[in-house]
């Protein structure tokens, strides 16, 4: 069994950062696609970036773009997730997941892994 761990939510004023991180004991992001999803209250848990096995391929919602960034580091077996400018809308429950396949995803059912999900509150 995979595990995922998150760690680097927390609560921000809007137009400020935060670094997200998602880090495995196996070596399972090596080969595997990546990405965050995000789920608030009372809505279904959305994509928000992937990135394929490599890094090199990433997609972003529309939402996030321009503000948010992917990567990972294979050598450490972890992801991350840069985000700036935040907003109050970027409130949520932040889920990483990790696929077996070497591309990436936009959803949710297509991710064999899943961390238990990190708060991120942004303040007006």
């Known amino acids: 069994q995979v595990q995922l761990v998150e760690s680097g939510g927390g609560l921000v004023q809007a137009g400020g950062s935060l670094s997200l991180s998602c880090g495995s004991s196996?070596?399972?992001?090596?080969?595997?696609?990546g990405g965050w999803f995000r789920q608030a209250p009372g809505k279904e848990r959305e994509f928000v970036a992937g990135?394929?096995?490599?890094?090199?391929?990433?997609r972003y919602a529309d939402s996030v773009k321009g503000r948010f960034t992917i990567s990972r580091d294979n050598t450490k077996n972890t992801v991350y997730l840069q985000m700036n400018n935040l907003e109050p809308e970027d409130t949520a429950v932040y889920y990483c997941?990790?696929?077996?396949?070497?591309?990436?995803?936009?959803?949710?059912?297509?991710?064999?892994?899943w961390g238990q999900g990190t708060q991120v509150t942004v303040s007006s």
């Open positions: 997941a990790v696929r077996r396949a070497t591309t990436m995803s936009t959803m949710t059912s297509q991710y064999d892994y």
């Open positions: 196996r070596r399972t992001f090596g080969i595997g696609g």
């Open positions: 990135s394929d096995w490599s890094g090199h391929v990433t």
